[in-house]
């Protein structure tokens, strides 16, 4: 494996050339604009993820420029995203924010994908208490550092968790075998952890429970283990390509189960036409669903009018990471109007005392940072659709048991 | 009974990481070039099969048959062109130039394809086969026989055929092959070609079982690496061995220290064997 390092190296020199190319003509900023760093991963195996976020966010941008800018004070200001890429290597997402906050100045940060990176990241953004916005980290692990320039969209993972398993508990109350099997990741080991507590307070028995490494190309031996306890409920965690091949193997082996959940992945339209009938029936919850209905006084004015701009704009229907990332936009520009200048503390404590109404739905923060205010929807996949199961105001369908 | 079919499932992932690494392994054997671009190529392969299949309704087994002599192609005329300029420079500068081609074919591929993942799904899905209790996933028995066809193939063709023998000769000695009229730059293209082709053709296989992704050619190519050096550089024999090594240790090692730890121990495997058995399991003698 010695000649992996040389790549390595190279990969610096070309990271380094191409840093110095971009740093030139990348300083001429508009006057009165209001520029917010976001290191995502647009490269590498996580690029899917910062596709959706730079789908949301740049809807956002457009509708709020559009608008005249956000308001300042007496004056509206235009709005501008300063992407940078951290190539899906969260340590470099920390050197990208450093950047960001140093070199380009901006005024405002979102965080970079998912709760690992997010919480390596904010220890950087709070050295220098730049307000920021997690689009998509749950982990109360993010959250619990006592920063105070740390907001989060996305509510605590057992808000996932709790209520599935109320449902499956209370319609099929013969599901007492339970296998989880975690991507040893932090957010889809924490959320695994939080089922395995959900299962066990409602006299569930947990007979598997293993993690799977980052880059696993094969689980027919952890699911082959889990095929022998012959589980009622089967809950796997990871990101969309863990799971498109998770649900092939099962299929290949032959695993049948009354429910099978899997976190995250299904609320996106790759997984179900990557698996097409072997999706059928798995169940996921995710923090937003284009179903739910709010009305706001944000830009986007209602959910039913964000999934028509969204759908106009990229021809499909948005989903949770598209639209969190959007609202982390939102969220932001009403804590600037709110607090009526750029100065970062009067920001901080506008978003702090933050207590609206989204087309994401309520967001008001709790102590830590973290939104405490939304009710994430449960979903299955049935005919090829996601169909909200939960909330019961929202719902569209009933649980139906029995995965192949 | 659990065991038998954890042996199952090691022996059939075995036969698709055969197939990763032959190519790349006579490669690296033959020229000394350590082909970087083998991963994308595999990656390359498997959206021909999933367009073919997606827009004409070709099944991933025949675009096998149309990936073989258009990779075939694609490698002969670069390693002509390109790297024979590079072949006597030092094994870095050639690592350069394939990662340099790397670089280009997959931010190529980002943009013609996108980075979302897509996955072959065939309609009907081709099934499993149950033996006495143990689940076989047809799609993979057949990735692994052709795996086995595959490489038996370039076994045939290095040690029997006119030109396989002149590729073992120039693996031998490349000095000696050139005084007996071997015509030696024409010899590293047909080997590149041959490495092309393994790439390309073992796509298609592998759609059919992993999503695939602009992004997923390192993650094959570091299978690759683990493959030749468990099973010796260059030797087809020892690509198949490895391959299958690496499947039922990885599978065995997710049973034993659980599923985190197959990769960890299959690179220890790798150290071990690097300190105490440089040469592979099968050695330097057995070239071809």
């Known amino acids: 494996m010695t000649s992996i390092l040389p790549r390595r190296a190279l990969a610096a020199i070309a990271m380094l050339a191409c840093g110095a190319v971009a740093a030139l003509p990348g300083t001429s900023m508009a006057q009165g604009t209001i520029r917010i760093g976001a290191p995502l991963p647009i490269t590498g195996p996580l690029s899917p993820e910062a596709k959706k976020l730079q789908n949301g966010m740049n809807l956002w941008v457009e509708t709020a420029n559009k608008a005249g800018g956000i308001k300042v004070g007496a004056k509206k200001m235009k709005v501008e995203i300063v992407y940078v890429d951290y190539q899906s290597n969260t340590p470099r997402a920390v050197q990208a924010t450093e950047k960001l906050i140093t070199q380009d100045k901006v005024d405002f940060l979102f965080s970079p994908f998912g709760s690992g990176a997010a919480k390596a990241a904010s220890s950087v953004s709070e050295k220098y208490e730049m307000p920021t916005i997690a689009a998509t980290a749950s982990s109360e692990q993010v959250y619990d550092q006592g920063y105070k320039y740390l907001f989060g969209v996305y509510t605590p993972n057992q808000t996932l968790t709790e209520p599935l398993a109320d449902l499956v508990k209370k319609q099929a109350g013969g599901v007492q075998r339970v296998a989880i099997l975690a991507r040893n990741d932090l957010f889809p080991l924490a959320i695994a952890q939080e089922m395995e507590k959900s299962a066990k307070k409602r006299g569930m028995n947990v007979l598997y429970f293993e993690k799977y490494a980052i880059g696993t190309l094969d689980h027919a031996s952890a699911l082959s283990q889990i095929k022998a306890v012959a589980p009622h409920w089967i809950f796997a965690t990871g990101y969309i390509n863990d799971l498109i091949l998770i649900k092939k193997q099962m299929s290949d082996l032959g695993i049948e189960a009354p429910v099978v959940t899997m976190v995250a992945g299904p609320a996106y339209k790759e997984f179900v036409s990557a698996l097409g009938k072997s999706a059928e029936n798995v169940t996921s919850a995710a923090w937003w669903h284009p179903a739910v209905r709010y009305t706001s006084k944000d830009v986007f004015g209602s959910t039913e009018n964000f999934n028509k701009m969204f759908h106009a704009k990229y021809g499909t229907e948005p989903d949770y990471g598209e639209a969190s990332s959007a609202v982390s936009g939102v969220v932001l520009q009403l804590a600037i109007e709110a607090a009526g200048t750029l100065d970062k503390k009067a920001v901080r404590d506008a978003l702090a005392k933050m207590n609206t109404m989204t087309f994401f739905g309520p967001i008001k923060f709790g102590p830590t940072g973290q939104v405490v205010s939304l009710d994430p929807p449960v979903f299955q996949v049935q005919k090829g659709r996601q169909v909200v199961i939960l909330p019961a105001g929202i719902k569209q369908g009933d649980l139906q048991l029995g995965v192949k | ?288």
């Open chain 2, 1 to 288: 009974m659990l065991s038998l079919q954890i042996l199952a499932n090691g022996l059939v992932l075995g036969g698709l990481y055969a197939c990763i690494a032959a190519g790349f392994s006579l490669v690296w054997g033959v020229l000394n070039v350590i082909n970087i671009l083998h991963g994308s190529f595999i990656v390359l392969g498997g959206y021909l099969a999933y367009y073919a299949y997606a827009q004409f309704g070709i099944h991933p087994f025949v675009s096998i048959l149309i990936a073989a002599p258009l990779f075939f192609a694609l490698g002969y005329i670069l390693q002509r062109s390109l790297i024979n300029r590079m072949i006597a420079a030092p094994v870095l500068l050639t690592l350069s130039l394939t990662f340099g081609l790397d670089l280009m074919l997959s931010n190529g591929m980002l943009v013609a394809f996108t980075a979302d993942f897509k996955k072959l799904t065939l309609d009907p899905p081709l099934g499993v086969l149950n033996l006495g209790g143990i689940a076989l996933p047809v799609d993979r028995l057949f990735a692994m026989v052709l795996a086995l066809a595959l490489t038996g193939l370039l076994y045939l063709l290095l040690s029997r055929s006119r030109i396989g023998r002149a590729i073992v000769a120039v693996r031998m000695d490349r000095e000696a092959a050139a005084l007996m009229g071997v015509n030696v730059k024409r010899i590293y293209a047909v080997t590149f070609g041959l490495g092309a082709l393994m790439a390309g053709a073992s796509g298609p296989l592998l759609a059919m079982i992993f999503p695939i992704s602009p992004l997923s050619g390192p993650v094959y190519l570091g299978k690759a690496f683990v493959i030749c050096v468990l099973g010796g550089l260059g030797s087809v024999p020892g690509a198949m061995i490895g391959g299958l090594a690496l499947g039922v240790v990885e599978s065995f090692g997710a049973l034993w220290f659980g599923p985190e730890h197959a990769i960890t121990l299959s690179f220890t495997l790798l150290i071990l064997m690097l300190l105490f058995r440089p040469t592979g399991l099968l050695g330097r003698t057995g070239y071809a």
